[in-house]
């Protein structure tokens, strides 16, 4: 009877030790499992900061340099070409006292030839750094951006925003909305073959969105990714946003073309000075 009881207490004991054990073993295990999880988060959070910084300081040498080239197309082509101007003006007043009607006529020709080669330098220079953007902000920026390009082609673009008064907001959230406008609208004439593009800005407390649509021939979004046939263009439109933590998402509507909205998180806004007047305003369209 006696060492039946001492069995059970033995067999208990032991149970207990294996239980003890097996719980030791679980948590032990339970904690390297979570100790691994965060390690590996620590790592990934690393790696995708290094990537973005690396994304960051690319683009930031990208902007530096079309700066770098847009000033020297400024001081050195710029200038060179005004004083080439000067020159055939004054060789024209002596072209034209010698009475010869066919120098005459290339002088002229040259002359224009050189004052559209002046209005495509500035337009370049334009294009590299725009100005307007950092003198009046996002909205007058697209507004001269579509000017532009309504100039020199048949195409209709509409602009329209939730506001009328949009705030400004830092210089590299400004900048990477702009570029992302200028990018899809110019794949769009590109690659479209649309007539009608239509621009959409919107704000709200928690984010801003920007919508680009045409009636072109329009492209699918998931063959695209499957295939890895995005080419630079979107990819760099990609880049920018991982900067800022922004998204953008492609749709092909059922009515035919292509659309493309991104969005970027509110950043805190600093105070600004009221705008000046812009000869590039034009009456806004409130969604």
């Not at 900061?49 to 930031?60: C, G, I, K, Q, V």
Request: charged share 30%.
């Amino acid at each position: 009877m006696q060492n039946s009881e001492e069995l059970k207490w033995a067999l208990l004991i032991a149970s207990l030790a294996m239980l003890t054990m097996a719980f030791c073993m679980i948590s032990f295990v339970m904690y390297y499992q979570k100790r691994r999880f965060e390690e590996e988060k620590r790592i990934s959070d690393i790696e995708k900061n290094y990537n973005r910084l690396l994304l960051d300081t690319a683009l930031n040498s990208e902007e530096t340099e079309r700066r770098r080239i847009a000033q020297d197309l400024h001081d050195d082509i710029g200038t060179m070409l005004s004083l080439t101007k000067l020159s055939l003006n004054q060789l024209s007043k002596m072209v034209g006292n010698s009475g010869n009607e066919k120098e005459d006529q290339i002088m002229k020709k040259s002359q224009t030839l050189v004052e559209e080669t002046i209005l495509h330098v500035r337009r370049i220079t334009r294009d590299l750094v725009p100005t307007t953007l950092e003198r009046f902000g996002l909205m007058e920026a697209i507004e001269e951006f579509i000017h532009k390009l309504e100039e020199d082609n048949n195409l209709a673009i509409t602009f329209q925003a939730n506001t009328d008064d949009f705030p400004r907001q830092g210089q590299k959230l400004e900048l990477t909305l702009y570029r992302i406008m200028q990018e899809l609208v110019n794949n769009a004439i590109k690659h479209a073959s649309c007539s009608k593009i239509d621009i959409r800005l919107e704000i709200n407390d928690q984010m801003i969105g920007l919508k680009v649509t045409d009636n072109g021939v329009g492209f699918d979004p998931e063959k695209i990714k499957e295939n890895n046939l995005a080419g630079l263009g979107l990819l760099g439109i990609e880049s920018r946003l991982a900067i800022v933590n922004g998204t953008v998402q492609y749709e092909k509507p059922e009515k035919g073309g292509a659309s493309a909205f991104a969005q970027i998180p509110m950043m805190p806004v600093s105070d600004s000075k009221p705008e000046p007047l812009h000869p590039f305003r034009r009456e806004r369209v409130n969604i």
